[in-house]
């Protein structure tokens, strides 16, 4: 069908195609009057939904049957108002140095989707890409040291350098252990190290009957009245994952060693099977975000230790193509950054466990951007956040390899005040991260999908930022040349303003300080 629009300040064109059976799926596309596609949802959402500008022009809707089962489907088109945002915040913009790997380190030009924690106690970033794991050590003028510290037979844990379907990382920023696990289908093989890499522990991996993609491992305190820990590690470690019908997480109550049954958390009925990373609350209530729940993003949240599951949707959101994230308080605040339907970077804030969602704001649009992928978000004090993502000003269809020109930085959101207001920085002003399209429609994809699926964030000791990421335009694409579609193992660490813990403002405001542990 075509659907003629007129300007309208103010509103977006809202496209909507919705299915009876939730175990069939169609895909949506929009063209423009040439025939050249201008957005796409083709994720296993339903409804399917995309936000257009609001601009005089003819759009030709297309709808295909992914998984029609025979049904029909649903489409409409309305114009909707775009909400209201708040103006950025005031405070003193934090800033950013990069880092990247050597050369003579493996895997140093493979680090699309990498992972990252940091060891409070001794203040190593451990960064996890592909097979290989890194630790970066920093000195007092914030210069950056880095080393491979895989896991191998040689140091304990011969899996960790097995061919990986997906890798991951987590630290436990109360115990300080790290783990490294690589998806091998249905299972997963996973090691931990006590001392930042150098001897590392094989473990079970994950839960017995897990899913076969997405996986992710987070930790926490265990919530209070149901199964605790079985040994002297204090704190509960979570394997979930994805097997298309459904998702379901694990935990583990000896330190990652073993893991009991794999739970579901949500089927097809609820949400699409990709979900973002598992995070836990200082008071152990568990939470996956899904980047299409019916019509929305929403969080997959657990209150008794993973036992059983809850899906709470933010209404004020549309299903988009990259993973959202969360991060959680010291007082369990939770804030989610999402990318929109619309391609804008969206963030909201709960107070009470997802239920409900407040300040819901565009925080790109301060700068201008138009386009954003791979959301990343991390918290300290109850009222401190940071979002990172990768991001465009250039509009329009982003993962349109023949068309879309767009030049894509890493950019980062802060909130000092509950996520009222954000203050966004571009983290890699002199450096794009990636020219032209990038691909998020998976293995599909062609080159253009150099940086894989994600990105990550955490903070040290004392609250600084540090943002994981492949930098896929490097040497003379840095400097004005042609996109060479690199994926170089880089961190982006705060160098300067207030961080995301308020009593180390004065000490780290504007200075590089070495981290001495405590949080």
């Known amino acids: 069908m075509s659907v003629p629009v007129g300007y309208d300040a103010g509103h977006s064109l809202r496209v909507d195609v919705k299915w009876p059976d939730p175990a069939a799926d169609f895909d949506l596309y929009v063209l423009d009057a040439d025939g050249r596609e201008v957005a796409a949802s083709a994720s296993s959402s339903d409804p399917e939904t995309l936000l257009l500008p609001a601009v005089t022009a003819s759009y030709t809707v297309r709808v295909v049957p992914y998984a029609p089962l025979g049904d029909s489907?649903?489409?409409?088109?309305?114009?909707?108002?775009?909400?209201?945002?708040?103006?950025?915040?005031?405070?003193?913009?934090?800033?950013?140095?990069?880092?990247?790997?050597?050369?003579?380190?493996?895997?140093?030009?493979n680090a699309?989707?990498?992972?990252?924690?940091?060891?409070?106690?001794?203040?190593?970033?451990?960064?996890?890409?592909?097979?290989?794991?890194?630790?970066?050590?920093?000195?007092g003028a914030g210069a950056a040291t880095w080393q491979d510290k895989s896991a191998s037979a040689a140091g304990g844990c011969p899996q960790?350098?097995?061919?990986?379907?997906?890798?991951?990382?987590?630290?436990?920023?109360?115990?300080?252990?790290?783990?490294?696990?690589?998806l091998a289908g249905k299972t997963a093989l996973t090691c931990y190290t006590d001392d930042d890499g150098e001897t590392w522990t094989p473990t079970a991996g994950s839960g017995i009957n897990s899913g076969v993609d997405h996986q992710t491992i987070g930790g926490g305190p265990f919530a209070p009245g149901g199964p605790a820990a079985l040994t002297s590690y204090p704190n509960a470690v979570y394997y979930c994952s994805q097997d298309i019908a459904d998702a379901s997480c694990a935990v583990s109550r000896d330190g990652g060693l073993t893991y009991g049954p794999a739970v579901p958390m949500y089927s097809l009925l609820d949400c699409g099977g990709l979900h973002g990373h598992v995070k836990v609350a200082p008071d152990g209530t568990v939470y996956v975000p899904n980047k299409g729940c019916g019509g929305n993003q929403a969080v997959a949240v657990s209150e008794d230790n993973g036992l059983t599951w809850t899906v709470r949707k933010n209404p004020s959101s549309t299903p988009g193509d990259s993973d959202p994230s969360v991060g959680i308080g010291a007082g369990g605040t939770v804030y989610m950054g999402y990318q929109n339907s619309d391609g804008t970077a969206r963030i909201a804030v709960s107070h009470d466990k997802g239920r409900t969602w407040l300040y819901d704001q565009n925080v790109g649009a301060s700068l201008g951007i138009k386009n954003m992928v791979f959301p990343a978000v991390t918290a300290g004090d109850d009222n401190r956040a940071a979002f990172a993502f990768l991001g465009t000003t250039t509009g329009g269809d982003y993962q349109d390899t023949a068309s879309f020109k767009g030049v894509w930085r890493l950019y980062v959101a802060t909130t000092y005040d509950g996520g009222q207001s954000w203050v966004t920085v571009d983290a890699t002003p002199t450096d794009p991260v990636q020219k032209g399209s990038i691909c998020t429609g998976g293995t599909t994809c062609g080159q253009d999908r150099n940086l894989l699926d994600f990105?990550?964030?955490?903070?040290?000791?004392?609250?600084?930022?540090?943002?994981?990421?492949?930098?896929?335009?490097?040497?003379?694409?840095?400097?004005?040349?042609?996109?060479?579609?690199?994926?170089?193992?880089?961190?982006?660490?705060?160098?300067?303003?207030?961080?995301?813990?308020?009593?180390?403002?004065?000490?780290?405001?504007?200075?590089?300080?070495?981290?001495?542990?405590?949080?």
């Open 455 to 519: 990105i990550d964030v955490t903070l040290d000791a004392q609250g600084r930022v540090l943002a994981a990421y492949a930098d896929g335009c490097t040497g003379t694409c840095a400097t004005g040349g042609a996109q060479n579609y690199d994926a170089l193992a880089s961190i982006a660490r705060q160098s300067s303003g207030n961080t995301l813990y308020g009593a180390y403002d004065a000490v780290v405001a504007g200075k590089h300080k070495k981290s001495k542990g405590g949080r």
């Open 73 to 109: 489907f649903t489409g409409t088109a309305s114009l909707v108002a775009d909400p209201a945002d708040p103006p950025p915040s005031t405070a003193t913009p934090p800033t950013y140095a990069s880092s990247s790997a050597p050369g003579s380190i493996k895997d140093a030009h």
């Open 112 to 139: 699309g989707e990498p992972s990252i924690g940091v060891d409070r106690a001794t203040g190593a970033a451990m960064f996890q890409a592909y097979t290989s794991t890194l630790k970066v050590t920093y000195d």
């Open 160 to 182: 960790g350098s097995i061919t990986s379907l997906d890798p991951i990382l987590f630290t436990d920023p109360a115990t300080h252990r790290t783990f490294e696990s690589q």
